[in-house]
């Protein structure tokens, strides 16, 4: 999202307060191999929620004072009252998914959890907006895919469901540097 928005020139900044690290890890490798000639068209900065999450609600105010769009990247389970502080300074929540059990499963106890929130805090007004990924059509049964198509109704009464993002070979190479036209081609209905 943060490159498909940069190559619009829509202002952009990710915060990494995964624990893994892996966007920030991931931008330092990249920005390593960028040649003299390129320029980072975004910044991505590192926030360790589970050392300062009692400052986030200051530091996400000083945030919206930017002229960026900010993207905050989280663990993919938000299992803790610091990671749920994230949800609560946003205005929107993308929650990508994958066709897979393990993460069908986690993405329906995350809905859950963002209805409980909702319903128990209803001043905290966001959008949620899910993401289907690598979505492969050519595998699965009948059955699987209307075991699919429940599930994707289940979510869709809890925040919008955008069109599926296809599996291709362009998007297992990505980076945080660009976006090519064929990774475009398949985040674009989305």
Not at 55 to 75: A, C, G, W
Not at 177 to 189: G, R, W
Request: aromatic share 10%; proline share 6%.
């Amino acid at each position: 999202l943060a490159n498909y928005w940069s190559s619009i020139d829509i202002p952009v900044q990710v915060i990494d307060v995964d624990p893994q690290q892996s966007l920030f890890t991931a931008r330092e490798n990249d920005s390593n191999e960028i040649n003299k000639f390129q320029c980072l068209k975004y910044d991505v900065r590192s926030f360790d929620l589970n050392v300062k999450w009692n400052m986030f609600p200051n530091y996400v105010q000083e945030l919206r004072k930017s002229k960026y769009h900010i993207l905050f990247d989280t663990p993919g389970i938000l299992g803790n009252d610091a990671y749920m502080q994230v949800v609560l300074h946003s205005d929107f929540v993308i929650v990508p998914f994958q066709y897979e059990d393990y993460s069908v499963e986690s993405t329906g106890q995350f809905a859950q959890a963002l209805t409980l929130l909702t319903k128990n805090m209803p001043n905290f007004k966001r959008q949620i907006i899910f993401v289907p990924t690598m979505v492969d059509t050519r595998i699965g049964t009948a059955s699987d895919r209307e075991k699919l198509d429940e599930h994707d109704k289940s979510i869709e009464a809890v925040g919008l469901l955008s069109p599926r993002v296809p599996l291709r070979d362009c998007m297992q190479r990505r980076n945080t540097l660009s976006i090519t036209p064929k990774e475009t081609a398949c985040v674009l209905p989305c």
